[in-house]
């Protein structure tokens, strides 16, 4: 809950820099409460947008004796570039930041009561937030220790996962990412490769060393990888893919993207 109590708080929206092209639209609503009956007087909702480095107030100060409630709030990013967007309480000029983010073109971030502040990216998906501690957040690209490939050119693995990864974001927040492998060919003769493609940009963001190992257990040489990946600016899908060295013999391989504080 963000509550303005007094006359004198009020909730401000600002930017770190002026905007290239278009200001940032503001949507708030709020219910006003009586401090002594504590009845609603009032729901309302209002709209402003950015104004660069200035300061704006997307809530304003209540009235003397009432409690006034905010329930929504929504930043869209509307301009060309991201945006560095601050929120924050005006306590009689005693400034106390509640979020600062850097927002990715065509998202938008939300505060719910109840829920506090969330990100939905441009193409609708709610972003999870990304907290920098030393803990390290995973998740699962898919692949198989029993299912192999037969191709001798990149193929994405078996249940491939898809993930999409806001690059501005992860800049913003310092961590950095990685993808941990394991592969193994079903013939020493035969080389298994993997890599981890951006498929928003066709970029190659990592690739692994290449194993000629077949432990099924995973021991060999360079069977069990950590490769650091090339993140993008703005949101962008990547895919786990595999390759052999040649189209006649199984490969198998499988993996998951580290999120970390390096």
Excluded: H, W
């Excluded at 002026?18 to 709020?30: C, G, N, Q, R, W």
């Excluded at 905010?70 to 869209?76: E, G, K, R, W």
């Excluded at 945006?83 to 927002?103: D, K, M, Y």
């Amino acid at each position: 809950m963000i509550l303005l109590d007094t006359t004198t708080k009020s909730l401000q929206v600002l930017l770190n820099g002026a905007v290239t092209t278009t200001e940032l639209p503001i949507v708030a609503s709020y219910a006003d409460v009586s401090q002594s009956t504590f009845a609603v007087s009032a729901i309302s909702e209002t709209d402003t947008q950015t104004n660069g480095v200035t300061a704006v107030s997307a809530v304003a100060a209540p009235a003397a004796s009432v409690s006034r409630k905010i329930a929504f709030l929504s930043i869209y990013n509307a301009d060309t570039v991201a945006a560095i967007v601050t929120v924050r309480l005006n306590n009689n000029a005693t400034l106390r930041i509640l979020c600062r983010l850097t927002l990715g073109i065509g998202s938008t971030l939300i505060y719910a009561d109840g829920m506090g502040f969330r990100v939905i990216n441009n193409v609708g998906e709610l972003l999870t937030a990304l907290v920098r501690t030393a803990a390290t957040v995973t998740y699962p690209l898919g692949g198989s220790k029993e299912i192999g490939r037969l191709s001798a050119s990149y193929t994405p693995v078996p249940s491939a996962q898809r993930v999409t990864i806001d690059g501005t974001l992860i800049a913003a927040l310092g961590v950095s990412v990685r993808a941990r492998l394991e592969m193994r060919t079903t013939d020493a003769l035969t080389s298994v490769t993997m890599r981890v493609q951006n498929l928003t940009t066709l970029a190659i963001a990592g690739t692994s060393a290449t194993s000629t190992a077949t432990d099924t257990a995973y021991n060999g040489v360079n069977q069990q990888q950590a490769v650091a990946l090339t993140i993008a600016a703005g949101s962008n899908v990547y895919e786990l893919q595999i390759i052999g060295g040649n189209a006649d013999t199984d490969v198998l391989g499988n993996g998951y993207l580290e999120v970390y504080v390096p």
